[in-house]
C-alpha cells in the first residue's frame, strides 16, 4: 500500500468522524451566535484541566522526538507547541475570571476523565513516536478546523467569543497544525504496518473523544 500522504487518507476513510468532531452543535452554535453561555462556561472549566492533562502528554511526544526522530525540527514543532499551551493556560485564568468561573472547584467530568486517560495511556514508553505524534496532530486539528470554521465567512460570533476563536482558528496556529500533520505524515511513511495501524485507530479515538468533550457542554456534570 502506498504510504505517503497517509493522514489525507485517513481524513477520507473517516471523514463522518472527523465531521462529528469538527462541526459540532456546540461549535457550529459558537459560529450562529446561538450558543447558551451556560454551555460555554461549561466547556471553558473543563477545557482548562484538559489543557494542563495535555501538558505532560506533549512532553512525553518531546522525549519521544528526541530520542527517536531524525529530524531536528520536530523538536522546534513541538516546543512550539508547548509554549502556545503556556499562554492558553494564562488565557484560561483570564478568561474564568472575565466570566467569573471558579476554576479550582471544577469536578471533572467523566467525558474528560476517559479523555485525560487515554492521553495517559498515550505516554507510556512503548507507544511510538508515530502513534504519539499523530495523536497530538489530530488533538490540535480538531481545535483548529473547528474554530476556524467559526471565523469563515457570513459568521455570527459574539464580540465575546470572537477571542476565543482566534486563539485556535488563527492562521499561524492552522500553518503550526500543518506542521505536524507533516510530521506525522514523514513518521508514518517510515512505520512498519503494524504501527501504522495503531496510529490509526489513536486517530479515530481521537476524533471520538473530541465529539465526547463537546457534547459535554450541553449535559450536566
Ligand atoms: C479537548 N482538544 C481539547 N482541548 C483543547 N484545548 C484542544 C484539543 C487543543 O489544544
Known amino acids: 500500500e502506498e504510504k505517503s500522504g497517509m493522514i489525507g487518507k485517513w481524513l477520507k476513510k473517516h471523514l463522518h468522524l472527523y465531521v462529528a468532531a469538527t462541526r459540532h452543535n456546540f461549535v457550529l452554535s459558537i459560529r450562529d451566535g446561538s ?23 506533549v512532553a512525553s511526544v518531546m522525549i519521544k522526538a528526541s530520542k527517536t526522530s531524525d529530524d531536528k525540527n ?15 493556560i494564562d488565557w484560561f485564568k483570564q478568561e474564568a475570571s472575565k466570566w467569573s468561573i471558579p476554576l479550582s472547584g471544577t469536578i471533572v467530568h467523566k467525558a474528560n476523565e476517559n479523555y485525560c486517560m487515554f492521553l495517559s495511556s498515550l505516554m507510556l514508553p512503548e507507544v511510538e513516536y508515530a502513534v504519539a505524534i499523530t495523536a497530538f496532530w489530530a ?39 500543518r506542521s505536524l500533520q507533516n510530521i ?33 457542554s450541553h449535559e450536566g456534570v
Open 139 to 177: 488533538i490540535e486539528a480538531v481545535y483548529q478546523e473547528s474554530f476556524a470554521h467559526c471565523l469563515e465567512e457570513d459568521n455570527k460570533v459574539s464580540q465575546e467569543l470572537q477571542e476565543t476563536c482566534k486563539r485556535w482558528g488563527n492562521e499561524k496556529f492552522g500553518h503550526y497544525c
Open 184 to 216: 506525522a505524515n514523514r513518521c508514518l511513511e517510515k512505520a512498519p504496518d503494524h504501527v501504522c495501524a495503531r496510529a490509526e485507530v489513536a486517530f479515530q479515538r481521537v476524533l471520538e473523544h473530541e465529539v465526547e468533550f463537546w457534547n459535554m
Open 35 to 57: 450558543v447558551d453561555l451556560s454551555n460555554f462556561k461549561k466547556w471553558l472549566a473543563q477545557d482548562y484541566i484538559f489543557v494542563r492533562e495535555f501538558v505532560p502528554f
Open 74 to 88: 520536530d523538536m522546534e514543532a513541538i516546543l512550539g507547541g508547548l509554549t502556545s499551551l503556556n499562554d492558553e
